[in-house]
């Protein structure tokens, strides 16, 4: 009898070893997404095809390490692509709060201060700066007290600002800046216990389901993966304050997301890895 584990194909890290350890029941879950249905249909993400060419890693030029596509530690693309990343300019600050347990390569949070370095810091927990809540900051964690972003009026909590498109258009970013935490769900709720976080207003997110491929154990589809998260709030936030268009202006935010859902789905065809499974 050939031994399955023996068998297993020899795939790039870190994009298709999860999969693997999905049961049956999440496997499901996946096909019933696929085959023939693409969920970035209709979004404005610019052809990824060029990081094919990257054959392998090569050297981040700030520290030299090897990498793939960008730099997780430097959150610079690598040299070769760095010209054709796509920029994308958010319509808030944001700020990402990361444990420092958490795997750099793999967090999505880094897709986000690459393609929108302007808008968006990451800081390592407990290194963060000191938050003022007068100063239009708020955390993204689902306390009992956040406010669903559909509730939120800008007026109300975002300071001077009497009309939601005017200022924000004559002065670009407006004076908001929004915290996202980054880590997995019980380390995240040991972050917001952070007294510099504690007293910050939260707000909650538009229910929506992940497509990660790195799913938490036990975590509901709608345990969204940073960037998934970052992106349907810049989106919400630009529908409900600065236009009733959206013409895709922040689709790009999941481009390194798109192409590496991609690149999975194509390598490890959920339809194939159930039957294997099964
Ligand atoms: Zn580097």
């Known amino acids: ?4 584990k023996g068998c297993k194909p020899k795939l790039n890290k870190p994009f298709c070893q999860d999969l693997r350890t999905l049961s049956s029941e999440e496997l499901k879950q996946v096909r019933c997404r696929l085959p023939g249905s693409n969920p970035f249909e209709g979004m404005k993400i610019k052809n990824g095809a060029f990081l094919d060419k990257l054959d392998g890693r090569t050297l981040c030029k700030k520290c030299g390490k ?17 010209n054709d990343i796509p920029i994308v300019k958010l319509p808030c600050f944001i700020d990402i709060i990361k444990h420092p347990r958490e795997t750099d390569g793999k967090s999505t949070a880094i897709h986000a201060s690459i393609i929108a370095a302007e808008s968006v810091s990451i800081y390592t927990f407990p290194d963060i700066p000191h938050y003022n809540k007068e100063e239009n900051v708020f955390l993204v964690f689902p306390d009992k007290n956040a406010i669903p972003l559909e509730d939120f009026s800008y007026n109300k909590y975002f300071g001077k600002c009497e009309s939601k498109s005017e200022e924000i258009s004559k002065n670009g970013l407006p004076p908001v800046r929004i915290i996202f935490i980054d880590s997995t769900w ?7 216990c952070d007294e510099r976080l504690k007293d910050l207003q939260c707000l909650q997110l ?4 992940t497509l990660f491929w790195r799913y938490q154990k036990g975590k509901p589809k709608t345990y969204l993966s940073t960037i ?17 268009n959206y013409e895709g202006e922040y689709d790009n935010l999941l481009f390194f997301f798109k192409y590496m859902y991609e690149k999975i789905h194509t390598l490890y065809d959920p339809v194939s890895l159930l039957a294997y499974k099964e």
């Open 186 to 192: 019980n380390q995240t709720k040991r972050i917001h």
């Open 206 to 209: 538009t229910t929506r389901e």
């Open 1 to 4: 009898m050939n031994n399955l």
């Open 66 to 82: 090897s990498r793939k596509y960008f730099c997780y530690s430097c959150y610079i693309p690598l040299p070769e692509i760095e």
């Open 228 to 244: 998934e998260a970052i992106y349907y709030f810049v989106k919400d936030f630009h529908l409900k304050f600065i236009s009733d």
